[in-house]
């Protein structure tokens, strides 16, 4: 018998009942507006920024309407200009070089290794073109974050870390989102956190921090912030920052809060998961396993595998092979852009020069997700197909035991 799955890859789970209830309070009293408080009331956005510092160890977090605005919002508050450089990954999803595109600023990409991560080398080669680096850390897969910080601060290059994916992950030891100047988050539902859409920055620095406040479309009630510095910070930057609103509502607060509460423990959920599919994956002929850096603490809500070097047509034939048994993979080496999976080069707006080995291993990349809604014996019945079906295509290319 030929074994099926007929789970859904892009369902998550509920909301927590804690969340449902906080939500339904948040509608039966009508203030959804973050600075629509009652007296003496602390609005729930203000107390999940108080949260979201915690969390990561942050002095300072803003939430916001989306994770691609915490991006062009960090960029603003680091007074990043139209026309400015601004370096990110090639391989990452379209709303990173989006948030440098939304400035009018210049997305300038840097390749990809086998690992998934950043090009170092790469990185260091470009590393005069510009002063900030947009760092995605594209499906949760970290660098070495203490020589990419090296070859950062040699050139004066700020960070801003994309932690769409990396939010609950660590860098020895360290939250990611806490290695460069400004760490940025989503909880768009398909992330770690789930409030449909919505937002996190976090940093250190008391005047980013009130820049992006003020960006954020505080009007002058910066004051309601638990999170924020204090006003004599205001004073200085309230003049010239302009209001470009992207706020969190109090709705999307109360949703989010119980779900950070949580989120240690559904970071076990997930790599329960995850090694699950990478064992049952192991040792499968022409397909690598991406090993993850053991410095690194990771998410495992999805997982990718590189098919290298396969002849052309043959990973499209993986493809519809797994996906006639209900495993959807999704492929960044597509000659066009499908579904969420785009790549630099689809990016017609930020002409980049050919990356030939980045082209080589995005051509291989197979990525799927993993919700939680997802058993462990659903995960392992998902391997099996995988494994028999690239086994199959492998076979038929005539490449075994090449
Ligand atoms: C989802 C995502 C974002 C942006 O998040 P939104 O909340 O959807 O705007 C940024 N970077 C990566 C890598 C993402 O996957």
Same mark, same amino acid.
């Given at each position: 018998?030929?074994?099926?799955?007929?789970?859904?890859?892009?369902?998550?789970?509920?909301?927590?009942?804690?969340?449902?209830?906080?939500?339904?309070?948040?509608?039966?009293?009508?203030?959804?507006?973050?600075?629509?408080?009652?007296?003496?009331?602390?609005?729930?956005?203000?107390?999940?920024?108080?949260?979201?510092?915690?969390?990561?160890?942050?002095?300072?977090?803003?939430?916001?309407?989306?994770?691609?605005?915490?991006?062009?919002?960090?960029?603003?508050?680091?007074?990043?200009?139209?026309?400015?450089?601004?370096?990110?990954?090639?391989?990452?999803?379209?709303?990173?070089?989006?948030?440098?595109? *939304?400035? #009018?600023?210049?997305?300038?990409?840097?390749?990809?290794?086998?690992?998934?991560?950043?090009?170092?080398?790469?990185?260091?080669?470009?590393?005069?073109?510009?002063?900030?680096?947009?760092?995605?850390?594209?499906?949760?897969?970290?660098?070495?974050?203490?020589?990419?910080?090296?070859?950062?601060?040699?050139?004066?290059?700020?960070?801003?870390?994309?932690?769409?994916?990396?939010?609950?992950?660590?860098?020895?030891?360290?939250?990611?989102?806490?290695?460069?100047?400004?760490?940025?988050?989503?909880?768009?539902?398909?992330?770690?956190?789930?409030?449909?859409?919505?937002?996190?920055?976090?940093?250190?620095?008391?005047?980013?921090?009130?820049?992006?406040?003020?960006?954020?479309?505080?009007?002058?009630?910066?004051?309601?912030?638990?999170?924020?510095? #204090?006003?004599?910070?205001?004073?200085?930057?309230?003049?010239?920052?302009?209001?470009? *609103?992207?706020?969190?509502?109090?709705?999307?607060?109360?949703?989010?809060?119980?779900?950070?509460?949580?989120?240690?423990?559904?970071?076990?959920?997930?790599?329960?998961?995850?090694?699950?599919?990478?064992?049952?994956?192991?040792?499968?002929?022409?397909?690598?396993?991406?090993?993850?850096?053991?410095?690194?603490?990771?998410?495992?809500? *999805?997982?990718?595998?590189?098919?290298?070097?396969?002849?052309?047509?043959?990973?499209?034939?993986?493809?519809?092979?797994?996906?006639?048994?209900?495993?959807?993979?999704?492929?960044?080496?597509?000659?066009?852009?499908?579904?969420?999976?785009?790549?630099?080069?689809?990016?017609?707006?930020?002409?980049?020069?050919?990356?030939?080995?980045?082209?080589?291993?995005?051509?291989?990349?197979?990525?799927?997700?993993?919700?939680?809604?997802?058993?462990?014996?659903?995960?392992?019945?998902?391997?099996?197909?995988?494994?028999?079906?690239? #086994?199959?295509?492998?076979?038929?290319?005539?490449?075994?035991?090449?």
């Amino acid at each position: 018998m030929t074994e099926r799955f007929t789970g859904s890859f892009t369902q998550q789970e509920p909301i927590p009942e804690e969340g449902i209830e906080a939500a339904l309070s948040v509608l039966r009293h009508g203030r959804l507006h973050r600075y629509n408080t009652a007296p003496g009331e602390i609005a729930e956005t203000a107390l999940l920024e108080e949260e979201v510092a915690a969390l990561t160890g942050a002095r300072y977090a803003l939430a916001v309407a989306s994770g691609g605005y915490a991006l062009a919002c960090a960029l603003r508050a680091l007074g990043v200009k139209p026309g400015d450089r601004v370096l990110t990954n090639a391989f990452t999803l379209a709303p990173v070089p989006g948030a440098i595109a *939304s400035l #009018g600023a210049v997305p300038v990409f840097v390749g990809v290794t086998e690992a998934l991560t950043i090009d170092l080398d790469d990185l260091a080669a470009k590393a005069g073109e510009a002063g900030v680096l947009m760092l995605s850390h594209m499906r949760g897969h970290l660098c070495d974050m203490a020589r990419l910080l090296e070859i950062c601060d040699a050139a004066g290059i700020r960070v801003v870390e994309d932690c769409a994916h990396t939010m609950g992950a660590t860098w020895e030891g360290l939250p990611s989102g806490r290695h460069g100047v400004i760490g940025c988050y989503s909880t768009q539902t398909y992330k770690h956190a789930n409030s449909g859409e919505g937002g996190f920055l976090v940093t250190d620095y008391e005047e980013i921090a009130a820049r992006a406040v003020m960006l954020s479309g505080s009007y002058m009630l910066y004051d309601r912030h638990r999170a924020a510095p #204090g006003p004599e910070v205001f004073e200085r930057v309230k003049y010239d920052t302009p209001n470009i *609103s992207g706020r969190m509502d109090n709705l999307r607060a109360a949703i989010l809060r119980p779900q950070l509460r949580a989120l240690v423990g559904q970071v076990a959920r997930w790599n329960a998961r995850y090694h699950v599919v990478e064992q049952g994956l192991r040792g499968t002929p022409g397909l690598t396993v991406i090993d993850r850096d053991p410095r690194g603490g990771f998410v495992g809500s *999805s997982i990718q595998v590189l098919l290298l070097d396969w002849p052309d047509g043959t990973i499209p034939e993986v493809l519809r092979r797994c996906a006639a048994r209900g495993v959807e993979l999704k492929w960044f080496g597509g000659a066009e852009p499908a579904g969420f999976t785009s790549r630099y080069d689809s990016w017609r707006y930020a002409p980049s020069d050919p990356m030939p080995a980045s082209d080589r291993i995005l051509r291989g990349i197979l990525d799927m997700r993993l919700p939680l809604t997802f058993s462990e014996e659903d995960c392992a019945l998902i391997a099996r197909i995988i494994r028999a079906e690239v #086994g199959a295509v492998w076979q038929a290319s005539g490449r075994a035991g090449s």
